[in-house]
């Protein structure tokens, strides 16, 4: 939706529309508009479902990860009207704005400012100022339009409101409702006595004692507004347009890796930038396995990617960033000092995939399947591989092709052993052989059709081993007459 | 045809040399008779050190499209392996320079095909300085090559010999046999063996072969032993 909205195709309002995601069984509705949601359709209904109900129900699929990154900057760009904040669950924003509303001229004013702000990135808000955080979350889900509660109010705004506005989980909002208990003021009436008694185990979302002391304010429930990653750049300016960026790069990765050191952060990756006299940029980005603040070991990625940089009319800034930051502590790796041998394999890893690519430096990957092929993966070493399968028992080649060559056989129809083959245009003769070993197509990943693969291992006149595969058998009814390949060398 | 005698079967004290030979670490050259014979890659495996850091392996595009790739559930898990496939031989041996003086790394295999004009006397003898001043085994695999001037250590010729006998299937290849020579070395007599690899236990026995290339008929693929 967002991205529609960007490029100006999202659906208008009146016409139903719902984002879905996959769930369990298929696809369920993530979220609905306005016109939607009074057509009927739910969320975390099935898709097909909700279609027979409304046939022209519009469907997208919701990018739930964009989402998640979206809200995150917005939790930042919040900061202008006060200076802190925080996520409140996936679609809630918390904003502290004690002593803040002043500056904007007043509650009203602010609240407001920010509707017209947030209408302005084109979203809709539901905005509602309480002196608690839980009346705040009742009244802009469940309130009027900006509704503003005054200190010493709170019970009386919160008393027609639901009990759905507590916060609590379907569960107990079901429970409550079965208990005649339908609003908060109800709620609060009950002795607390009793409540406490009845809801003595209950875990905080499904407990309303401690949920309606939060929202009156008889617990403490304080914003905890988590810093913005903070961000390293070094940059050279230069007087007069140069042509290669060589000399500078020592001075801008010790001055990035002392910003880092003093934060206590090393980066993943590192965006290199110049900046044309005409206006033109380039970017050079290299990663790396393990996080680093090494100077060393930054300029050494670059060294053979400066080369690449046209530099036409030469360029008079270069800017050095460093993206994917985490905190990272200073280990000492020995009692008596030196250096750890697991950063030498993540560097000599960072050197080799900066300079031949990511997929040209790679770690095997084993999964449980019989499949060959499938059995091993090769995974760029930069990423890591966790991956370590139990290996199949029977005997397996030391080499294996990429793809198997097909090769022409000369066998006893229909499921003899080849006693002779032709590879590469040279003739091989079969003296000994091992097999069949029947592996058969794995279906919840093969295409319909798939044959199965009878492998031998052979030895020809010569003494070497080979791994033949028969695909498929006469009149399995997937083709025609079998075929054979060499996939793989035995040593 | 003629035959050594059996009695000419190496001595325990050659065969213990010829073992440390090959877990040397210094650089040394091996080429196949045929592009697609695995012998070579066997060889080499079986010398590796059984504990220690992660091999490195580093193919050029053709030995990988002819030879195909190290395929991990028929090499085993004793050692990890991290994979380099570059498309030139320039960048092979750039990437086994670049191991050799890793701390973490330990042995390092390369695969070049053919003879290319980067793989010079230098380029040989860049390699087999730093394996030796990091004390690492260097292994160099050359297919379709010639064997041309070269620094390396220890320079062998290796092809498949029909395998061992099966010891319960007379019809299936056994443990692999492989014919050795080692045509220029300078910690050891040159010479020519079959060499039989136990895969059980990982080991590698040393026999004379015969002066003409063949082998002992009594070591060959005898299906009479197997099947009495």
Sequence with gaps: MRVMAQTGTAPPDDLPAAMVAEGQHGPVIHDTNRAARLAGVQRGARVTDMKALLPDLRVEYADIYGDRHAMEQLMFWVRRWCPWSAQDGPDGLILDTTGSDHLWGGEAAMLADMEAAFSALGLTAQIALAPTWGAAWALARYGTVRSICPEGEIAQKLSPLPVEALRLNNGTVTLLRRLGLKTIGALADVPRLSLTRRFVKAKLNENPVLRLDQAMGRTAEPVSSPDAAPTFRAHARLPEPIMDPTPFMPDLCRELCDQMEAQGYGCRRLLLTVYHTDGDTHRIDVAMSVHSRDPDHLLYLFRDKLDAINPGYGFDLITLDAAQTEQMQTVQAHLGGGADETVDLSRLIDRLTARFGVRAVSTPALRESHVPERAQNWVGALHGSSDTAEVVAAERPIRLLSHPEEVRVLYAVPKGPPVQFIWRRQTHKVTRYAGPERIAPEWWHDLPGTRLRDYFKVEDHAGRRFWLYREGLHGDGRGGDPRWFVHGMFA | ?228
């Design chain 2, 1 to 228: 045809m003629s035959y050594l005698a059996p009695s000419k079967r190496l001595s325990s004290q050659t065969r213990l040399t010829l073992r440390s030979i090959g877990a040397q670490k210094v650089l040394s050259d091996v080429f196949t008779q045929t592009a697609a014979d695995a012998a070579a890659v066997g060889f080499v495996l079986a010398h590796l050190p059984r504990e220690g850091g992660t091999v490195l392996w580093a193919q050029d595009r053709l030995s990988a499209k002819e030879a195909g790739q190290p395929y991990m559930p028929g090499i085993g898990p004793a050692q990890p392996v991290m994979r380099v496939a570059v498309s030139r031989p320039s960048d092979v041996l750039v990437t086994m320079e670049d191991a050799l003086r890793c701390k973490a790394v330990s042995a390092v295999i390369g695969e070049i095909w053919g003879d290319p004009p980067t793989l010079d006397f230098t380029a040989t003898k860049r390699l087999a300085l730093r394996a030796e001043a990091h004390g690492l085994p260097c292994w160099l695999i050359r297919r379709a090559a010639h064997p041309n001037l070269s620094a390396a250590r220890n320079r062998w010729r290796i092809a498949s010999l029909p395998s061992a006998a099966h010891p319960h299937d007379a019809q299936s290849p056994g443990d692999p046999r492989w014919q050795v020579e080692l045509f220029r070395s300078r910690a050891a007599q040159p010479g020519i063996w079959a060499v039989r690899y136990d895969r059980a236990t990982g080991r590698l026995d040393f026999s004379a072969a015969s002066v003409d290339g063949t082998v002992d008929a009594r070591d060959g693929a005898d299906r009479h032993r197997a099947a009495r």
